[in-house]
């Protein structure tokens, strides 16, 4: 199973989700807001109302609520409900409305990525049709939502070892990697585009070379060093190469020296002639050293032991 594939599985995880509500067409819905609920309803000629309603802003791991009404009400008024995702039903209830209002209601934790249909109907009617779609919190201070992102990043290849519900060192790097891999600003700064991103499923580094076995690759343009295994990426790092130029090219690796050296490389694989990937304190967003590829000390130790001595490593631009 391919990178995407498993992706696409991981989103379909238990895990919750936020919602924002997409536009309707005028002919088909009007919305509604108020400091308390987001609001948007869907009135067909059929005669079923559909509302997706949660306090506001929703955001990941919050519950929704879909309410509804049929146009006449009566003892036997039976509704079907259905919530698909991606175009695969997700959800199908029979609820029974109100015989005096009409009402009906459905709770409901969404999971999963990324667009949503809830429909509902009587037999014999045009469903009312309600779209929308997931978003990511505005801002990210630790916590569950925070765990999730921390999951999320590590199953993308962004992180490694074990992670937590702290905003930390590891998060901001893996941002960073995660930015640099689909054009995003080279910064450390969260932004909820790229929670949806993740929760997408789409989030991952497409390694340049797929092949068995294992290789590492530099991008050069990027700025990106990735661990690859059988066609995917199993640590994917923002890195700095050469100010005055990297060799691009194919080598294997030669050398391995543990901790410091009196230069200041830490954790040395050297692959051609006295060039290295290695931990240095500093890690710019920009091409700072004499030609090495420099990585974050942080995970200097996990790519040492990641690599052996052979393996192949690709420099390209």
Same mark, same amino acid.
């Given at each position: ?69 049929? %146009? ?14 991606e175009g ?28 949503y ?8 009617? %045009?469903p ?46 893996? $941002? ?37 076995g ?9 700025q ?50 006295n ?16 030609g ?10 996990? $790519? ?14």
């Amino acid at each position: 199973m391919g990178q995407r594939a498993r992706r696409g599985l991981f989103a379909g995880a238990a895990l919750a989700l936020a919602l924002a509500l997409s536009a309707l067409p005028a002919s088909a819905a009007a919305g509604t807001a108020s400091s308390d609920y987001l609001t948007s309803n869907a009135s067909p000629l059929g005669g079923t109302t559909l509302t997706l309603q949660h306090r506001g802003p929703a955001e990941i791991m919050e519950r929704v609520v879909l309410r509804g009404s049929v %146009a006449i009400p009566g003892p036997n008024q039976w509704v079907s409900v259905s919530v698909s995702r991606e175009g695969k039903t997700i959800r199908e209830r029979v609820l029974r409305a109100d015989p005096e209002s009409g009402r009906f209601r459905m709770r409901m934790r969404l999971k999963g990525c990324c667009e949503y249909l809830a429909r509902a109907w009587q037999a014999g009617e %045009a469903p009312a049709s309600l779209p929308f779609a997931l978003s990511g919190p505005a801002e990210l201070s630790g916590g569950p939502r925070t765990l999730l992102f921390n999951k999320l990043l590590r199953r993308e290849g962004y992180v490694i070892g074990d992670v937590g519900s702290e905003f930390d060192e590891r998060t901001a790097l893996g $941002i960073m990697a995660l930015r640099k891999t689909h054009g995003f600003d080279w910064t450390e700064a969260y932004a909820p585009e790229l929670f949806e991103l993740l929760l997408s499923g789409e989030g991952g580094f497409e390694p340049a070379h797929d092949e068995p076995g294992r290789h590492v690759e530099v991008d050069i343009s990027r700025q990106l060093m990735a661990l690859v295994e059988d066609g995917e990426p199993a640590g994917v790092f923002h890195v700095s190469t050469g100010s005055g130029g990297t060799p691009r090219g194919q080598w294997s690796f030669y050398s391995k020296v543990p901790g410091y050296n009196a230069i200041g490389m830490y954790y040395s694989a050297f692959y051609d002639g006295n060039y290295a990937t290695h931990g240095y304190e500093s890690v710019p967003t920009y091409p700072a050293s004499h030609g090495c590829t420099r990585n974050p000390p942080i995970y200097s130790v996990f $790519i040492y032991d990641w690599i052996d001595l052979g393996d192949t490593i690709y420099v390209y631009d």
